[in-house]
Nanobody
Framework: HVQLVESGGGSVQTGGSLRLSCAASGDIYRTYCMGWFRQAPGKEREGVAAIGTDGVTTYADSVKGRFTISQDNAKNTLYLQMNSLKPEDTALYYC?????????????????????WGQGTQVTVS
């Protein structure tokens, strides 16, 4: 069992920055994908960014060039650096983890299903 806890959300002005953190605990998998997702009121959950065991990243077109996903393996922590924030970035942000025992070296993508999910942290841009 893996537990994920997000932090770092809050309110920020348009054009501002926030860094979200996701602390992971529990079983550690040798190969995995980790991702950030978000859901705004009245909208479906959407993938934001993903990172694999090898550190290769992918991003949704809407955040490419503004957001950066990273991980600190020693601290078992996932990050999302968000710059140039826009009101349309307002959402509840979730981190997620998915073991990939059959990983073939390809990139991870922030798409459902992921196995483990955090409870979310709110980001509001105005």
């Amino acid at each position: 069992h893996v537990q994920l806890v997000e932090s770092g959300g809050g309110s920020v002005q348009t054009g501002g920055s926030l860094r979200l953190s996701c602390a992971a605990s529990g079983d550690i998998y040798r190969t995995y994908c980790m991702g950030w997702f978000r859901q705004a009121p009245g909208k479906e959950r959407e993938g934001v960014a993903a990172i694999g065991t090898d550190g290769v990243t992918t991003y949704a077109d809407s955040v490419k060039g503004r957001f950066t996903i990273s991980q600190d393996n020693a601290k078992n922590t996932l990050y999302l650096q968000m710059n140039s924030l826009k009101p349309e970035d307002t959402a509840l942000y979730y981190c997620a983890a998915d073991p990939r025992p059959d990983w073939n070296g390809g990139p991870c993508h922030a798409r459902s299903p992921y196995e483990y999910w955090g409870q979310g942290t709110q980001v509001t841009v105005s």
